[in-house]
């Protein structure tokens, strides 16, 4: 099986540090000032997030990706400089699964938001493991069907193989209908199970905290997909 993971609300909480990191990458890339610390960016990719933000300064989607490579170097620095100020939470049974799937063989990978130096970093500042191979992120593309797509394709993912991806908010669930993958919510985000399940979730849970149960579901739907390639 191979299984990816979005990373804020579904590992991990804590974006304090990460939402002033792209304060300040905006600030000294572009030399304008943007509040994002308060705002709602639920599902949200990081390009997507500065994106909204510098048109809402009067720049063009042109001159914001022409400067969008050091935004992110800017920004991955200061974030590793001061996530140690702030205290990185992993979820409940986040650790436990982790384990599991590494134990039954899965390719582990990140489909998240996050530019991929802050999500490597947020990882280490939580004390997991570097375990994941491949990933989809947020300083790729502006849409999380994308990131998902870039995944399973570094991955080498073929149609005889389950995918699986692990989310909390409405995006993860249409990325992974979008992409041919069986969507796992957890409502450990903003976004209730229920629209989790309407938005295409195979399976969803409050947490992560029943590894068995979630191991059996996607054990459950990797039989299925095998009985539906028969």
Not at 44 to 60: F, M
Not at 171 to 193: C, E, H, L, P, R
């Amino acid at each position: 099986m191979l299984v990816t993971v979005d990373i804020d609300h579904t590992l991990v909480v804590g974006t304090k540090t990460h939402h002033l990191a792209l304060e300040h990458g905006i600030r000294s890339t572009y030399g304008v000032e943007s509040q994002l610390m308060g705002r709602t960016f639920t599902g949200y990719v990081d390009k997507q997030i500065v994106l909204e933000a510098l048109r809402d300064k009067g720049l063009s989607e042109a001159e914001v990706f022409s400067e969008f490579p050091k935004l992110c170097e800017v920004s991955t620095s200061f974030y590793k400089e001061h996530v140690t100020s702030e205290k990185i939470l992993v979820l409940p049974g986040v650790k436990a699964l982790i384990q599991r799937l590494l134990a039954l063989g899965c390719q582990l990978g990140l489909v998240t938001g996050n530019i991929e130096g802050i999500a490597h970093a947020k990882l280490k500042a939580a004390g997991l493991p570097p375990v994941f191979e491949f990933g989809g992120f947020g300083c790729e593309d502006t849409c999380r069907n994308k990131l998902l797509q870039i995944a399973l394709s570094r991955a080498g993912h073929e149609p005889s193989i389950p995918a699986f991806h692990v989310g909390d908010t409405l995006q993860d669930m249409q990325a992974s209908v979008k992409n041919g993958a069986y969507g796992i919510g957890v409502g450990t985000g903003s976004t209730s199970t229920r629209i989790l399940m309407e938005a295409g979730a195979k399976s969803v849970f409050p947490d992560l905290s029943d590894t068995e149960a979630v191991l059996h579901a996607l054990k459950l739907w990797a039989v299925r997909h095998k009985t539906l390639l028969k």
